[in-house]
């Protein structure tokens, strides 16, 4: 197989990933711009619930992702194996999400005391409860997407996501603000458009895999789950990790004020897209790898890895391009203060010299976990966020009084970190690798 011809695969299998999960993210996007019209409590209120709520879902999804590299090891024509693997990562990914989603509703009693505006952390509190429960209908298709993707149908998944986000952004126009007829809930409202259009996605990707569904009972297996949670939890730590230190950074901002807080929300709004499109690439990274470790032919499994590296350096290179040149109007999008919007465009100029960094550092952790290499990549995204970034924003902000500013500067720093320490156990591992 030629360069190109690897080129294109990655793309190929990518794009429709890329797409799905932007739906996610989309569903967080339209959320803040929407609420974003309604004031600057609002907003910061989500931002600080999303603060606990993403550490929570990304988690989840972690451990998700283990379903896909066992099933693109498997033999497509192996249904026995592929409904086990299905059936039990069902199974599994139920029991993580309840006991989260109860988490999340007992957060919800105790926002007041983490010394954000008292404004803010009561708004907070049900949104937070919300969206807590649409975990459930969001891990029944996200157990259902990563099996698909093993088998490499990423259209699917993509679009019911997309479907999915458009009913989202209906639903927010008809309860945030009240039109036709619906009661306005303001943030609320948000709340429970995304756990109804949740409901609809996971509904129907069922169908989509409902034939593998058959003999549940006689199919559970404890080494599966065994085998799925030595790759899922570490991949969920590594999102903990990630996600937990850009909460407690939230946290850290809602410190400075309510409008460093909302600022840092739009501007971790916007990366988030570019970094949710880069999991994306991630995710093909894994099936890509997984199916060469199914070959076991070393040579493609080199060339696979370095070019889906290669190929998230390129994209997000561009879009921290796009982001310095167009950062003013993004932010106008989000919100009308002056103040809000001045801060949020110059945390966007570190945001985009991030990106490069960010992509790197989640294509890293995609091609190793096709590996299912996981136990170090955790080890380091733990030092790389919480031995440097942390403690240096705190430094930066508070100690030096660079404030928001130098939050994200020691998030730029964790994140390069992480990507170089990714790369460099990828290139030690297929030295050692002997088929």
């Not at 991030?354 to 996981?374: K, M, N």
Request: net charge neutral; glycine share 8%.
């Amino acid at each position: 197989m030629t360069i190109k011809e690897h080129f294109r695969r990655n793309i190929h299998l990518a794009y429709p990933v890329v797409l799905a999960q932007l739906g996610h993210i989309m569903v967080s996007v339209a959320d803040t711009m929407m609420v974003g019209q309604v004031g600057v409590v609002p907003l910061a209120a989500a931002t600080f619930a999303g603060a606990f709520f993403h550490v929570l879902m990304l988690f989840a999804i972690g451990v998700s992702y283990a379903i896909t590299p066992l099933v693109a090891a498997t033999d497509p024509k192996d249904q026995s194996k592929l409904m086990t693997y299905l059936q039990n990562g069902l199974a599994l990914n139920m029991t993580v999400i309840l006991f989260l989603a109860l988490l999340g509703i007992f957060a919800s009693y105790f926002l007041s005391y983490f010394g954000q505006d008292a404004a803010v952390a009561l708004e907070a509190e049900n949104y937070l409860r919300i969206v807590s429960f649409s975990l459930i209908p969001l891990m029944v298709f996200q157990t259902f997407r990563q099996f698909s993707e093993g088998l490499s149908d990423t259209f699917t998944p993509m679009v019911l996501s997309v479907i999915a986000n458009l009913l989202n952004i209906v639903l927010n126009y008809l309860l945030i603000y009240g039109h036709f007829g619906f009661p306005e809930l303001g943030l609320d409202g948000a709340g429970f458009a995304t756990l109804i259009s949740r409901v609809v996605m996971a509904v129907l990707m069922f169908f989509g895999v409902r034939k593998y569904m058959i003999g549940f009972k006689n199919t559970w297996s404890r080494k599966v789950i065994s085998q799925m949670l030595k790759i899922g939890v570490p991949s969920g730590l590594q999102y903990i990790f990630e996600v937990g230190a850009f909460a407690t950074a939230t946290i850290m901002m809602g410190w400075i004020s309510a409008e460093a807080l909302a600022a840092h929300q739009i501007a971790l709004n916007l990366s988030a897209i570019t970094y949710m499109s880069s999991t994306g690439i991630a995710a093909a990274a894994t099936v890509r790898i997984g199916n060469q470790m199914g070959h076991q032919d070393l040579k493609n499994l080199k060339i696979a890895g370095y070019s889906n590296l290669v190929l998230v350096a390129a994209f997000m290179f561009l879009m921290g391009i796009l982001m310095i040149n167009f950062r003013d109007f993004l932010t106008s999008l989000y919100i009308n203060e002056v103040v809000v919007a001045e801060l949020a465009s110059g945390l966007l100029i570190i945001a985009a010299a991030f990106q490069v960094s960010d992509g790197l550092q989640a294509v890293g952790l995609g091609v190793l976990r096709g590996l299912t290499d996981t136990k170090v990549p955790t080890i380091v995204t733990f030092c790389a966020f919480w031995l440097v970034a942390i403690p240096g924003g705190y430094l930066l902000g508070f100690i030096f009084d660079l404030g928001p500013f130098g939050i994200w500067i020691a998030l730029l720093l964790g994140l390069t970190l992480a990507a170089l320490a990714h790369i460099y156990r990828f290139y030690s591992l297929i030295k050692k690798i002997i088929f």
